[in-house]
Nanobody, 123 residues
Framework: QVQLVESGGGSVQPGGSLRLSCAAS????????MGWFRQAPGKERELVAA???????YYADSVKGRFTMSRDNAKTTVYLQMNSLKFEDTAVYYC?????????????????WGQGTQVTVSS
C-alpha cells in the first residue's frame, strides 16, 4: 500500500509561484510513475505533469514552460514547481502514483491518490 500526502498549496497572485510536494510511503516508490493532476470546479480531472522512474517527464500543453516536476527517490517525494501562475491554474491539485513505470494521462490508471491541495490564483 502506498500513501501520498501533498503539501504546498495556497493562494497566490497571477505571475506568482508555488511549489507543491508529495511525500510517498512505500519501498518501491522509485519504480512507480508519478503524476500531478488538477481538478477545477465543474471540470474533469486532468493530468498536469508526470514523471517516470528515470526522470523522464510529461507536461500538459497548458503548463509547458511554466511548471516543472521532479522527484527525489531517496526522499520518496515528488515536487511540482509552478511559476508564472495564471487564473486558470486555480484548482485542487492531486498527487497520484501508478504501479507501472509508464506514464499515462488517464486518471483511472493511477492506483494511489493523495487527498489534494488547493491552489488559488487571484488578484
Amino acid at each position: 500500500q502506498v500513501q501520498l500526502v501533498e503539501s504546498g498549496g495556497g493562494s497566490v497572485q497571477p505571475g506568482g509561484s508555488l511549489r507543491l510536494s508529495c511525500a510517498a510511503s512505500g519501498s518501491i516508490f522509485s519504480t512507480y510513475a508519478m503524476g500531478w493532476f488538477r481538478q477545477a470546479p465543474g471540470k474533469e480531472r486532468e493530468l498536469v505533469a508526470a514523471i517516470m522512474w528515470n526522470g523522464s517527464t510529461y507536461y500538459a500543453d497548458s503548463v509547458k514552460g511554466r511548471f516543472t516536476m521532479s522527484r527525489d527517490n531517496a526522499k520518496t517525494t515528488v515536487y511540482l514547481q509552478m511559476n508564472s501562475l495564471k487564473f486558470e491554474d486555480t484548482a485542487v491539485y492531486y498527487c497520484a502514483a501508478r504501479r507501472s513505470a509508464a506514464i499515462t494521462t488517464t486518471p483511472p490508471l493511477y492506483d494511489y491518490w493523495g487527498q489534494g491541495t488547493q491552489v488559488t490564483v487571484s488578484s
